[in-house]
Nanobody, 124 residues
């Protein structure tokens, strides 16, 4: 069983930055692919970014490419999402997700474990 706990959300003005963190339990965290997804009110959960188990490969949704950066520290069982140049349309609950196989996936349904989410609100 894997437990994921997100932190770092909050209220920020457009153009600002936030860094989300996701702390994971489990001895095999370093073998998991990790991802971030988000869900805005009235919308489906959508993929944001993913990182392979070794951090050698990352992948981003077009809407965040060039503004967000995903990274991980396997020694701390933690994955991060650095969000810069935030826009009001980035407002959503952000979820950390883990996939027990190490390959990156971009469909939320393909992740095996989820955190409870952290709210990010970007004001205009």
């Amino acid at each position: 069983q894997v437990q994921l706990v997100e932190s770092g959300g909050g209220l920020v003005q457009a153009g600002g930055s936030l860094r989300l963190s996701c702390a994971a339990s489990g001895r095999t965290f370093s073998s998991y692919a990790m991802g971030w997804c988000r869900q805005a009110p009235g919308k489906e959960r959508e993929f944001v970014a993913a990182i392979s188990w070794s951090a050698g490969t990352t992948y981003y949704a077009d809407s965040v490419k060039g503004r967000f950066t995903i990274s991980r520290d396997n020694s701390k069982n933690t994955v991060y999402l650095q969000m810069n140049s935030l826009k009001p349309e980035d407002t959503a609950v952000y979820y950390c997700a883990a996939r027990t196989e190490g390959a990156i996936v971009v469909l939320p349904a393909d992740y095996d474990y989820w955190g409870r989410g952290t709210q990010v609100t970007v004001s205009s």
